[in-house]
């Protein structure tokens, strides 16, 4: 709920006078809030009111910095001109002054042993700005050979131990201001009976250039030692009390009012509430209300300009001071870029030129990372520290929509933003067309991881690529990854016959995109796919001429092929007609053995017939020759029955002789000769199936190299259009 400033001062001066005996801690109010808010008003508002009021003993005022660069003179700068109600015992931080002397002597000795080791040891304990202090461990550069280059105890302590012993120091010097502590322990002790605690008021405001290194200090130890330990804790000082276990917090009551343009860090944060009765404060622009009060004593009509007014002030007290100052002026009402400028003056007030041109162009960006701030040439190869710078400058930035991103307050933006178009409207016109290129470019990328969005920025040095040879060779051992990319975001290439690309519009998005994210490398990497192209053509221009040497050894080997065919169909046309003359032969033969076969067969039965013919003849001149009473009639009968059987028995014989093919009267044409050229034949055809066989083979093999001809050419004809399809 927001408090108007009159609350949020009556609320500090109760928290840090509040009387509470059982509470012993000291208080601490810190008092946030971006420029222009107030802090410093309600400080010196809670100062004045709390000098005037006598409640502290002592009040300690910082508000400058000048000619501070360690630690040590910041506890000295803090006893400068205090407000001291009461008689003051010693009114010089000796001690802390002391210290200091002895770190600038111990800095000058490392110095004088080792030149480059000091060098590091003088920059990291530096005081520091927040952003720069968590980015930054002092521990980094405390050696082991330290003992050799400070041979006393006291000297590495002071080293490694820096804020225990500035907050040994100051706590010893607070004390001296009240009590006889320097000179006889007994003095001391007596008037720590016979006094009252009194209560010291320690007010930080305007310190956020060295905010860092002093919060450390005051939250991570001074108000470790103030809260809970005692002089028996202390190192650097022997303090032997009759009764040890008196604290710090017995002897002096210490409150702080911290003003700081940043929230206190979490680590402190806890620190601080173990430690302290801690109130945090963070102030808010003025709502409209306190606004219309305001702008009334100016005799404006608020109803009216309203909208114009929370616009050009945003409800800073700061800009509306500004714009009172404006009107009481009577400047010209159409012109308000006094306002801007001092608005972005109070802005920049303690940053480096480094960090005014980071902010500067950050403002301009809706939301970003390190690599939004990439494509600004003010801030080039320091994007991480710009970076690191914004995101740990919590006065100036908060949390983005997207994780790891962060974007610029709007009030800061507007007047930065302003400043910088009416410094420059060529630079701010640059700038806006850099945020629109980011914010096109995000879009794109926040689906993608950080390696894929390298891959596609580096895919827009192409205008064409192919996954057998541009990805291998670019991305080397990246090159799944961009292979992958091909059909993970399909929607953002196109295919071509033998290539991919990038769709026009993606493709000139990103070719614009690296001319700011890498400039330097910008012409570098078309230079490489440039060569690239070269290395392809030559490699297609190789590939075609060992196609064409292939080509023709082919050919070659296609006519003796076409040759050994022809000479294969010639000899087969031989076998064939060897074959059939020897069949026209066997055939010969055959009819002729078949004709002897016939006329024997004949032959033989006309023998049998004769036989049976002389058989019946003589059975029928036996009865003739009976009647005739022939005188020889039985030798007759037996001569002629031998003879018609005779006859008979040789047919039969001979006819079966000749039925089984025993009897060939012909030599010439017996069957060892058709058996010869049988056998001949089935040579010839024997050796007929093998010349089949080398003549399919070598069909085969014809076939076969005019595929592979025709396989090269097509290779040939791809590669003509591969080499068209340039990668540039």
């Known amino acids: ?59 300690f005022f910082l508000n400058s910095l000048d000619h501070i660069k360690y630690l040590t003179e910041f506890a000295v700068k803090l006893f400068n001109r205090p407000v001291i109600r009461n008689h003051i015992i010693n009114a010089l931080p000796s001690e802390s002054i002391y210290n200091a002397e002895r770190f600038e002597n111990i800095i000058y000795e490392i110095q004088l042993k080792n030149s480059e080791l000091a060098s590091e040891f003088s920059y990291v304990k530096k005081m520091v700005p927040n952003h720069i202090f968590q980015s930054t461990s002092s521990d980094a550069i405390i050696p082991s050979h330290f003992e050799e280059l400070l041979p006393k105890k006291s000297e590495r302590r002071m080293v490694a131990e820096t804020e225990c012993v500035v907050s040994e120091s100051f706590i010893i010097d607070l004390i001296g201001y009240f009590y006889p502590i320097t000179g ?42 103030l809260s809970a330990a005692g002089f028996k804790d202390f190192v650097n000082y022997d303090v032997q009390l009759d009764n040890p276990e008196i604290k710090i917090s017995d002897i002096i009551n210490v409150s702080f009012l911290i003003g700081n343009r940043q929230t206190l860090a979490s680590n402190l944060k806890t620190n601080a509430i173990s430690n302290s009765e801690f109130t945090q404060i963070e102030l808010e622009p003025l709502p409209d209300n306190e606004i219309k009060k305001f702008i009334e004593t100016l005799k404006i009509n608020y109803a009216e300009n309203r909208e114009f007014i929370n616009d050009l002030t945003c409800g800073i007290p700061y800009v509306l001071d500004l714009f009172n100052e404006y009107i009481r002026l009577a400047y010209d009402s159409s012109d308000y870029s006094l306002i801007y400028n001092k608005a ?49 400058s919590g006065d100036l930035t908060i949390a983005g929509k997207n994780s790891g991103k962060i974007t610029i307050r709007p009030e800061v933006s507007k007047f930065i933003k302003f400043s910088t178009k009416i410094e420059s409207v060529t630079v701010a016109k640059e700038f806006e067309k850099i945020s629109e ?67 026009p519009q993606i493709f000139d998005l990103m070719k614009e995109y690296n001319k700011y994210f890498s400039p330097e490398n910008n012409e570098e990497q078309f230079k490489k796919v440039e060569l690239l192209w070269q290395n392809r053509l030559y490699q297609l221009k190789d590939k075609v001429i060992n196609n064409n040497s292939e080509i023709n050894l082919l050919n070659k080997k296609y006519d003796e092929l076409r040759e050994d065919l022809n000479h294969l169909e010639v000899e087969k046309i031989g076998m064939n007609q060897s074959i059939d003359v020897i069949d026209v032969e066997s055939k010969a033969l055959e009819q002729s053995c078949q004709n002897q076969k016939k006329s024997r067969f004949i032959k033989y039965m006309l023998f049998i017939l004769c036989g049976i013919i002389l058989l019946f003849f003589g059975h029928s001149t036996e009865k003739v020759f009976q009647l005739l009473s022939f005188k020889w009639l039985s030798i007759y009968h037996s001569a002629y029955l031998i003879i018609s059987l005779s006859l008979i028995s040789y047919g039969l014989i001979f006819w079966y002789l000749n039925r089984i093919g025993k009897i060939n009267s012909n030599k010439s044409l017996q069957s060892p000769t058709i058996k010869e050229k049988n056998k001949e034949s089935k040579i010839i055809n024997e050796n007929l199936n093998l010349l089949e066989e080398r003549i399919k083979t070598v069909k085969d093999n014809l076939e076969m190299t005019k595929k592979n001809m025709e396989l090269l050419s097509k290779d040939n004809f791809e590669i003509e259009q591969k080499a068209k399809a340039s990668y540039l």
């Open 437 to 503: 290129l980011n914010n096109r470019t995000s879009t794109l990328f926040c689906s993608m991881t950080e390696k894929e969005s390298e891959v596609l920025r580096n895919l827009a040095y192409f205008r064409q690529f192919d996954t057998e040879f541009a990805l291998p060779e670019y991305f080397g051992m990246e090159k799944q990854l961009a292979i992958s990319m091909i059909y993970k975001y399909s929607l953002i290439f196109d295919k071509h016959d033998f290539t991919y690309s990038l769709k």
């Open 344 to 392: 972005a003056e109070k802005i920049y007030s303690y940053r480096t030129e480094d960090e005014r041109d980071w902010l500067r162009c950050a403002c301009f960006l809706d939301e970003f990372d390190e690599s939004g701030l990439k494509l600004f040439p003010f801030i080039a190869g320091n994007s991480a520290k710009a970076f690191e710078f914004l995101f740990h």
């Open 1 to 59: 709920m927001y408090k108007s400033r009159t609350d949020i001062i009556s609320n500090i001066l109760s928290s840090l006078t509040i009387q509470d005996k059982d509470v012993t801690l000291p208080k601490v109010c810190y008092l946030s809030g971006g420029f222009g808010i107030g802090k410093s008003y309600i400080i010196n508002e809670v100062k004045n009111r709390l000098v005037q009021s006598d409640y502290f003993d002592a009040i």
């Open 184 to 225: 006889e322990l007994k003095i001391f002790e007596e008037s720590l009976k016979n006094k009252s605690k009194p209560k010291i008021l320690i007010i930080a405001d305007n310190y956020d250039k060295f905010a860092g290194s002093i919060n450390f200090w005051i939250f991570g130890s001074l108000l470790k030692y």
